[in-house]
């Protein structure tokens, strides 16, 4: 079992970090944006299971292989950036009907889940967090699996909680597209917000 304290330590940092904006808070909006929040469901199941594998490889002790397998992390994060990027276009170049269902083209679930896999295993500032962090709140060599248990229900509790607010924020706005000239303005918006995800990736 794991102190109360340490607990809440971890989850104020993750609070923190999970809810300021980043890469995949951007990507997601603006995903949901384009076609809706029941479409973003592969991609942030995706970034909800990246996260749990980084917890536990931190708790395994794998920073050293982390590291030996960096231009592992370096190609997804180029694939995850290249995807971002791929969709931005498609946004930005989408047609501009009355129909809000016909923003952006269909894209599979397989497809959306590989992106979010490859964006949250690439992502630098959840490396760091995991990897560098979490060794200095929680005691991982007297942590046992009960513990382990702990920290991926609160890690994932978190996670769904800040991820399903952004959605429901993102949907909202959504509700406002009724004309062909405000959904031209959305698709040029979430198309600059998956460019300046990949951007910002590639720039970590």
């Known amino acids: 079992m794991i102190e109360l304290s ?8 993750l609070i923190v970090t999970a809810g300021s904006p980043g890469p995949s808070i951007a990507a997601l909006v603006a995903r949901v944006l384009a076609r809706g929040p029941v479409s973003v469901l592969p991609f942030l199941a995706a970034m909800w299971i990246g996260e749990a594998i980084w917890l536990t490889a931190a708790v395994c002790g794998l920073a050293a292989l982390a590291e030996t397998l960096s231009s592992v992390f370096f190609i997804l994060k180029w694939i995850g950036a290249g995807y971002l990027l791929y969709l931005a276009w498609k946004m930005w170049t989408a047609p501009t009907g009355f129909d809000p ?6 894209t599979s679930p397989v497809k959306l889940f590989a992106a979010g896999m490859a964006l949250t295993l690439g992502n630098p ?7 560098a962090l979490l060794p200095a709140i929680i005691d991982l060599h007297t942590l046992t699996i009960a513990g382990w248990v702990e920290l991926t229900a609160a890690m994932l509790f978190i996670l769904i909680v800040i991820d399903l607010i952004w959605v429901m924020l993102a949907a909202s706005a959504r509700r406002f597209l009724k004309t062909p000239a405000a959904i031209r303005i959305t698709n040029r918006c979430g198309a600059g917000m998956m460019a300046g995800a990949a951007t910002a990736i590639v720039a970590r």
Do not use: E, N, Q, R
């Open 6 to 13: 340490a607990l809440v330590i971890f989850a104020g940092a």
């Open 101 to 106: 269902s016909s923003i952006p083209d269909h």
């Open 125 to 131: 500032k959840i490396i760091v967090f995991y990897l």
